[in-house]
């Protein structure tokens, strides 16, 4: 068996920790980003109210996700919240996280 470790090598890449707590991320970047988007998109949309809009949008996204933080497991966090990634978002990690812990725990209210 010359090599032993090779396993754990080869896995190494998959292990990623959750993060602890919920990171920070500019939202005024995402948001800049977003607008810019949408100016494009809307013939009435308006740049500043996009922009308010959308810092809104993410300032509640994080304190719902600051609230609920504890309820989502190690690897909910970790599949959903990936602060490295291009432009992120708390409303998407709000949704990501929502649709995680629901696949977790069903309604189980009859139909």
Same mark, same amino acid.
């Given at each position: #068996?010359?090599?032993p470790f %090779?396993? @754990?090598?080869?896995?190494s890449h998959?292990l990623?920790? %959750?993060p *602890? *707590? =919920?990171p920070? !991320?500019?939202?005024? &970047?995402?948001c800049? *980003?977003?607008?810019g988007?949408m $100016?494009?998109? #809307? %013939?009435?949309?308006?740049?500043?109210?996009?922009?308010? !809009?959308c810092?809104?949008?993410e300032?509640a996204?994080?304190?719902? @996700?600051? &609230?609920?933080?504890a /309820?989502?497991?190690?690897? +909910?966090? /970790?599949?959903? !919240?990936q602060?490295s990634?291009y432009?992120? $978002?708390? !409303? +998407?990690?709000l /949704?990501?996280? +929502?649709m995680?812990?629901s =696949?977790? &725990?069903?309604?189980?209210?009859?139909?």
């Amino acid at each position: #068996m010359p090599f032993p470790f %090779a396993p @754990i090598l080869i896995g190494s890449h998959l292990l990623v920790a %959750a993060p *602890a *707590a =919920v990171p920070s !991320v500019d939202i005024g &970047k995402t948001c800049q *980003a977003a607008t810019g988007v949408m $100016s494009g998109l #809307m %013939a009435d949309s308006s740049p500043q109210r996009d922009l308010d !809009v959308c810092l809104s949008s993410e300032q509640a996204a994080r304190q719902q @996700i600051i &609230k609920d933080w504890a /309820t989502f497991s190690s690897a +909910e966090r /970790t599949q959903c !919240v990936q602060s490295s990634v291009y432009l992120p $978002s708390y !409303v +998407e990690w709000l /949704t990501c996280l +929502e649709m995680e812990r629901s =696949v977790r &725990k069903p309604d189980s209210r009859p139909r």
